[in-house]
Each structure stands twice: as C-alpha cells, then as structure tokens.
Nanobody, 123 residues
Framework: QVQLVESGGGLVQAGGSLRLSCAFS????????MGWFRQAPGQERELVAAVNWSDGSTYYADSVKGRFTISRNNAKNTLYLQMNSLKPEDTAVYYCAADSHLLTITQSAYDYWGQGTQVTVSS
C-alpha cells in the first residue's frame, strides 16, 4: 500500500516562496506518475502540476506556469513543488497523489492521495 505524506505548507506573504515535499513509501516510487493538486474553500480540487515516471515530462496548470516547478528525487522517494511569486489565489490545501500509470490530468486516475498541507498566502 502506498503512503503519501505532505509537508512544507504554511503562511507566506504575497510574492514569497514555499517548497512542498511529499514523502512516498510502500511501493517503487520511480514507477509512479505523481501530481500536486489543490483545493481552495468552496472550490473543486484542481491539478496544479504533474510529473511522469518514464521520461520526467511535466504538466502545469496555466495559473501556475512560470511560478511553480514540480520535481522528483527517486533516490529519496520524494516529490517536490517549488512555489515562487505566490499570490493570495494560491491559498488552498495542497495534496500530492500517485498514479501507477503514465502522467494524466484526470483526477480519478490517481490511485493514492496524501492528507494535504495548508498553504496560505496573505496580501
């Protein structure tokens, strides 16, 4: 069974940066596509960024392109999300998720989810 544990959330001023981490255990991390999702109050959960396992290809939502960077360290079984130039509209609970197939933007395809970490950006 895969377990995912996010960390690194917190309160930051607009324009600041945070780096989220997601520790993966229970299976072979390098064989899973990984994604970061977020859910703001009253809104649906959305995919922010994803990274493939086979070739390292990535996907970013338009709202975060140029500001966020997803990366993975297969030796450490850890997924990262570097968030720069944060905006108040980035405030949300951020979740990491694992997909045992190739990179997809379809939420239902992700097999495992973490508990989430809160990111709050003040104006």
């Amino acid at each position: 069974q895969v377990q995912l544990v996010e960390s690194g959330g917190g309160l930051v001023q607009a324009g600041g940066s945070l780096r989220l981490s997601c520790a993966f255990s229970g299976r072979t991390f390098s064989r899973y596509a990984m994604g970061w999702f977020r859910q703001a109050p009253g809104q649906e959960r959305e995919l922010v960024a994803a990274v493939n396992w086979s070739d390292g290809s990535t996907y970013y939502a338009d709202s975060v392109k140029g500001r966020f960077t997803i990366s993975r360290n297969n030796a450490k079984n850890t997924l990262y999300l570097q968030m720069n130039s944060l905006k108040p509209e980035d405030t949300a609970v951020y979740y990491c998720a694992a997909d045992s197939h190739l990179l997809t933007i379809t939420q239902s395809a992700y097999d495992y989810w973490g508990q989430g970490t809160q990111v709050t950006v003040s104006s």
